[in-house]
């Protein structure tokens, strides 16, 4: 598939037919794209954990939901057969920039005009989203609430220097799933986003 074609077919989808399981060679190339996406300074600082067992999944919901019984979105996300949980380490990137051909030894975050231990994360997580596309799966990237990230921790053994970043269901869609209520919605004036000489 064309990547123009890919981009053009990606979407969030929230509703997966949980009787499909998602293919190894499927979510291996997801996995790898992810990790080959940029990465500043070459500091390699982002991992994933990778959730494809219906036990290990279901590990993760038990970790993350709130009380009370599960919302639409909820329903439908528990659906998925797969996640991989993105994470990455700033102190990577701050070692990194610290090395003799960067020189940043006194490891100051105001250097930083981003945090780019998360821009990396973002990059990684958007090669696996687009990955998913080409491999006729569908795929929603979703943040974990920060009161549960502790418990997802706990639940997967993840060290206290890991930042969580968001996680990426992944699997095949449910056939005639709906669109997100903001699908209608449409997308602002090109001329309101993109600028040419200045703003």
């Known amino acids: 598939m064309e990547l123009s ?6 979407r969030m989808v929230r509703v997966y037919d949980a009787e499909r399981a998602v293919p190894p060679t499927a979510l291996e190339a997801v996995c790898t794209a992810a990790l080959r996406a940029p990465s500043a300074g070459h500091s390699q600082g982002v991992s994933l954990v990778v959730l494809a067992e219906r036990a ?5 919901w038990e970790a993350t939901a709130g009380p009370g019984p599960p919302d639409g979105w909820l329903r439908g996300m528990r659906t998925a057969p797969a996640l991989v949980l993105v994470w990455t380490n700033a102190e990577a990137y701050l070692d990194r920039y610290a090395e003799a051909d960067k020189g940043w030894t006194d490891r100051d975050l105001d250097r930083w005009s981003a945090p780019y231990w ?3 994360a973002g990059m990684a997580a958007m090669a696996a989203l687009l990955t998913v596309v080409d ?5 929603c990237f979703f943040g974990v609430p920060p009161e549960r990230v502790a418990a ?7 060290p206290d220097d890991e930042l969580s970043v968001g996680v990426i269901s ?3 869609p449910r056939p005639g799933a709906g669109r997100s209520a903001r699908a209608g919605a449409g997308r602002p004036k090109r001329e309101q ?3 040419r000489g200045s703003w």
Not at 5 to 10: D, L, N, P, Q
């Open 152 to 158: 997802v921790r706990r639940a997967f053994g993840i």
């Open 193 to 195: 986003r993109l600028h």
């Open 5 to 10: 074609e890919t981009v053009r077919r990606r």
């Open 118 to 120: 998360f821009v990396d």
């Open 170 to 172: 992944l699997g095949y």
């Open 56 to 60: 290990q999944v279901d590990a993760y």
């Open 135 to 139: 491999h006729e799966l569908g795929a």
